[in-house]
Structure formats: structure tokens, C-alpha cells
């Protein structure tokens, strides 16, 4: 099982600022990994997928980079609606597995 | 619009079992590769349970094996999971969610959840 570890667990930042959310894989994962944005109450929503795309409505300031084992969602300028948490999901190999979320706050 | 709504949820003693639905509107289930995804109360997003989009191949995590059953009624366009051997560390929101046609295995449409709780 590719176990999938974030860090920080908590980002405490302000709007405007830069976030920047690490996921990094127990084994290489190539291209297939995805980020997830969940507010309270709330079911997640797809951000990125194969590490760099943006899905549908997705706002430019989302980015995803990475490779292999080490991955990074970037939000260049946080908008007060981006203080969520944030996982990230691989593909690559069944379990399909989620990392343990990032919480962005305030 | 895509829609998904889970039902089914609700409070089954330990040992028991239950059966959760989610209904699909919007596309068709028939040619849909979906997913279970829990989330137990205060923590992160575990994947249970894929069936391919023919229905041919159905996945389960570890956890689950043996106990849980994904299946589909394509005429009712609705998704299922039928959990047995219900046990306290099950109890979560459980979301159906539809897989990616861009890419598979990633989730771009996910249901409200429904909450599942295993109690005596």
C-alpha cells in the first residue's frame, strides 16, 4: 500500500498570503496524484489530478508540482474561501489511498 | 448537472449489517466507474470500495474485505454498498463518488454522504 504522508498538519496563514502543502509518497506514484479541497460539512472537491492538472472551475491560483515521491499543491493568493483542508489521493496502485490532510486556517 | 444522493444510512449494532444506496442523475450509471469513500467523525478520507465502469471488476480495501459488497442497479441508476459484520470503526460518512472521465480513479462528483454509525 503507497501510504501518503502531508505536512504540515496545520498551515496558519492570512489572505493574500502563499500556501504551500506537501504530500510525499512511500513509493514513487509517477504522474498519479490528485489534491482535494473539504470545507466543513461539506464533500470534498477534485482541485488537481495527475499532479499538475486543474480540474473543471478550478481557479488559476491552484497549482500542483512535483514527481515520484514528493508532491506540492501551491495557492498563490489565499482567498478567504480557501481555508479548508487538503488531501491528496494516488492512483498509481490499489488501495487507492488518501493522505492525511492539511488543514489551512486563519 | 451531476448529481449524487446517498441514502441508507443510520445506527446498526455491532455484528449487523445495513445496505446504503446513492442515486445518480445526470449521466448514466451503466458506463460509470464509481467509488465508496468513508470519513470517519473528525478524520481523513478513506477509499473503500470501486466497481469499473462496466461492472465487470469491483476493488475493496483491506479493511472491508469479505464484508462489504459494491454493486449497481444500471435500470435504476443507482449505486449500492451492502455492509456486513458491522463494527465500530465503520461508523463514518459514507460518500459515493463518481470517478473522473479524464482520468480514472480520481473523484470529480461526490454525493452529501450519509452518516453510518455502528453502536450498541
Known sequence: EVVLTQSPATLSLSPGESAALSCRASQGVTCCLAWYQQKPGQAPRLLIYDTLKRATGIPARFSGSGSGTDFTLTISYLEPEDFAVYYCQQRSSWPLTFGGGTKVEL | ?120
Open chain 2, 1 to 120: 448537472e451531476v448529481q449524487l444522493l446517498e441514502s441508507g444510512g443510520g445506527l446498526v449494532q455491532p455484528g449487523g449489517s445495513l445496505r446504503i444506496s446513492c442515486a445518480a442523475s445526470g449521466f448514466t450509471l451503466a458506463s460509470s466507474a464509481m467509488s465508496w469513500v468513508r470519513q470517519a467523525p473528525g478524520k481523513g478520507l478513506e477509499w473503500v470500495s470501486s466497481i469499473n465502469d462496466n461492472g465487470a471488476y469491483t476493488y475493496y480495501a483491506d479493511s472491508v474485505k469479505g464484508r462489504f459488497t459494491i454493486s449497481r442497479d444500471t435500470s435504476k441508476n443507482t449505486l449500492y454498498l451492502q455492509m456486513h459484520s458491522l463494527r465500530a470503526d465503520d461508523t463514518a460518512v459514507y460518500y459515493c463518488a463518481k470517478e473522473s472521465v479524464r482520468a480514472t480513479h480520481y473523484f470529480d462528483y461526490w454525493g452529501q454522504g450519509t452518516l453510518v454509525t455502528v453502536s450498541s
